[in-house]
């Protein structure tokens, strides 16, 4: 073969190489096999051998120090999550814009914290970790991490509350539910927006403090990495949006289709026009409260849009709440992926 050529082909051998590395970055996890203490390790936006440093670093330091190994390795601990079996646990840490994964054996540490798209519960009676769910309670997810008055906050959908006829949110107890783990009680909800606007939008605490981690990222599940919140977006017709709920599950993606033109029921018999966005996504019960976004980019990041709201019609579309009015209404500000 001409050298010439050769040169050439092994040039563009490595480009596509590279190109194909990145691809593998965005959403999904490079597998790096076994590592020290670990059965595997995998990660996204780093390399292998940065993430193998760090299963090594924890195997050499007791389970109840695994918060304090991966900040001292310059990593932001996401969750440890049991497996099904409990015999072994995943646990994930973010740097930047990269995500690693990690599975020890043994009971996994209390290590968790609010993100966007997990299971949330609400409820009039109250909450106790570990225990039966009380009754008249609903599901329904989390959603964007915000900061309101210097506090940390968490959104989701006000109906998840409630109203009672005097106004009040009914549903004030909310918890982060974990399965197989019990979950992490977060106490009342702090501000309930539909009680004096037509914002179908709360705001919940989060957790705070050892082993209690608050991210602005997107959830995807125990063998995705998240996506990252960069910012807002505008819920413009025709842009292409997805949304993650605990029902329909992660990244359902369509695009909007415009206004919603009908009526909710309001405290003593009268009606709101609220406002919200329509899609061509379907959704489910149990999804209300879900993070809207845009579609992700190829460096891992999405924007927010908005809060899933509504299933309407016999195509059960997914309408939202549009994120900026909530922001104003809360004098609040988005939390970024990178800000505290």
């Known amino acids: 073969m001409n050298p010439a050529v050769k040169t050439v082909l092994l040039a563009v051998a490595a480009v596509l190489a590279v190109a194909a590395t ?105 909450l106790v970790g570990g225990a039966p769910v009380p009754k008249g309670t609903v599901l329904c997810t989390s959603a964007f991490l915000i900061r309101v008055s210097g506090h940390a906050g968490g959104l989701s959908a006000a109906h ?45 605490p989060v957790p705070s403090g050892p082993g209690r981690p608050s991210a602005a990222v997107i959830n995807r599940g125990a063998f995705s990495p998240p996506w990252f919140v960069a910012g807002s977006a505008r819920p413009l017709t025709g842009r292409r949006v997805c949304f993650t709920g605990r029902t329909s599950g992660v990244d359902q993606c369509g695009r909007i289709t415009g206004d919603f033109h009908g009526m909710f029921p309001r405290t003593r018999g009268r009606f709101l026009r609220p ?35 509504l299933v309407y019609g016999l195509l059960q579309t997914m309408c939202f709440t549009p994120l900026e009015p909530v922001l104003d209404a809360l004098h609040a500000t988005l939390v970024t992926a990178g800000a505290s």
Do not use: H, K, M
């Not at 990660?43 to 440093?53: I, K, P, Q, R, Y």
């Not at 489910?284 to 579609?295: A, F, K, L, M, N």
């Open 22 to 126: 990145a691809s593998a970055q965005a959403g999904e996890y490079t597998p790096c096999g076994p590592g020290p203490g670990a059965t595997a390790v995998a990660v996204s936006g780093a390399t292998c051998d940065e993430a193998l440093a760090v299963a090594a670093a924890l195997a050499a330091a007791p389970v109840d120090a695994t918060e304090t190994v991966l900040r001292a390795a310059g990593w932001a601990p996401l969750r440890a999550r049991a497996t099904d079996d409990e015999a072994a646990y995943d646990l994930t840490a973010t740097r930047g814009l990269a995500t690693l994964l990690i599975r020890r054996s043994g009971p996994a540490p209390d290590l968790d914290g609010w993100t966007a798209g997990r299971e949330l519960i609400l409820s009039r009676g109250r």
């Open 160 to 204: 998840c509350g409630g109203r009672r006829s005097d106004g009040t949110t009914q549903r004030r107890n909310a918890g982060l539910r974990r399965p197989p783990q019990p979950g992490i009680i977060l106490g009342r909800v702090r501000r309930n927006l539909a009680r004096t606007q037509p914002l179908d939008a709360l705001v919940l």
């Open 275 to 309: 406002r919200l966005r329509c899609t061509t996504i379907t959704a489910r019960e149990g999804d209300s409260g879900g993070p809207v976004y845009t579609v992700p980019r190829r460096d891992g990041t999405v924007r927010a849009v908005g809060i899933t709201t």
